[in-house]
């Protein structure tokens, strides 16, 4: 059995332990999403149109995250549509930030490994980046929308009559918690995966101006970049978007009475 193996058995188990059944869907959705984005990665390698690609896998992404990743459906359903119009708002700005920045591609770094192997391999790189950059944020956008929500029909259901008024404004308390946690996930992850890149530039003598151009270096801070401001953007509009939906349920339930009792 191999080291990837094992790990993969251990996560499982205490994911079951410590998940129950939502830990066993949150599982496969580990899974199925990895085996998104190897097909994906192959459909890219075979030639197909990245943007059809792009505009297909993001909403199988988030519908595999959310909705295997949590157990009731009015959390899915809002931080689904949060999580979607997050992800359009960014691909703009990851598109017009791609098409200024030129950091696509391949960086010099690979340039010893790749010798008397052509660079030029067919593929549209700036494509490439922009589906790179919108897969690496959705994690991240998902997570927010899914800890806002959550935590937001949680509140309901311990205050049934707590008003839209009250739940915006608790939305927002729990807002900057969320924003904390899931903002230090992103720039920690960055700088753990990014650690031998900074031992290179270091050990090289680079300057902090040859550090600060580098195109490793921009494109991974880019990826960063884009994972804030979608979780920045991703926390009150699912604190509008569960707020509205409870409000209007209450309203519909509160119809629904006043009808039976006539």
């Keep these: 059995m191999s080291s990837l193996m094992a790990l993969i058995i251990v996560l499982a188990i205490l994911m079951t332990i410590v998940g129950g059944e939502t830990g066993i869907r949150s599982f496969f ?15 890219i390698a075979w030639g197909a149109n990245i943007i059809i690609i792009i505009l297909i896998f993001v909403p199988l992404k988030l519908v595999t995250i959310i909705f295997l990743g949590t157990h009731d459906y009015t959390v899915a359903k809002s931080s689904f549509f949060a999580s979607c119009v997050v992800c359009l708002v960014t691909s703009l700005i990851v598109i017009v930030m791609e098409h200024f920045s030129q950091a696509y591609g391949l960086g010099p770094e690979a340039g010893e490994l790749l010798v008397g192997l052509s660079q030029m391999p067919g593929l549209n790189y700036a494509q490439i980046g922009i589906a790179v950059a919108l897969f690496s944020t959705l994690g991240a956008v998902a997570e927010a929308a899914v800890a806002m929500s959550s935590g937001l029909l949680e ?5 049934p009559k707590i008003d839209e008024h009250a739940l915006m404004k608790a939305g927002n308390e729990i807002g900057y918690d969320v924003l904390g946690t899931a903002m230090n996930t992103v720039l920690f992850g960055v700088f753990g995966s990014f650690l031998t890149l900074f ?8 300057s902090f101006g040859q550090m600060i151009n580098d195109k490793m270096f921009v494109i991974e801070m880019q990826i960063m970049l884009y994972s804030l401001i979608g979780i920045l953007m991703t926390v009150p509009l699912s604190t509008w978007t569960i707020a509205k939906g409870l409000s209007r349920k209450d309203k519909l339930n509160a119809s629904k009475q006043a009808t039976s009792k006539e």
Excluded: D, M, P, T
Excluded at 199 to 205: C, E, G, I, Q
């Design 29 to 43: 959705s580990v899974l199925i999403n990895g085996f998104l984005l190897l097909l994906a990665s192959l459909l």
């Design 199 to 206: 031992l290179w530039y270091f050990r090289l003598n680079y």
């Design 155 to 159: 509140l309901k259901k311990a205050h």
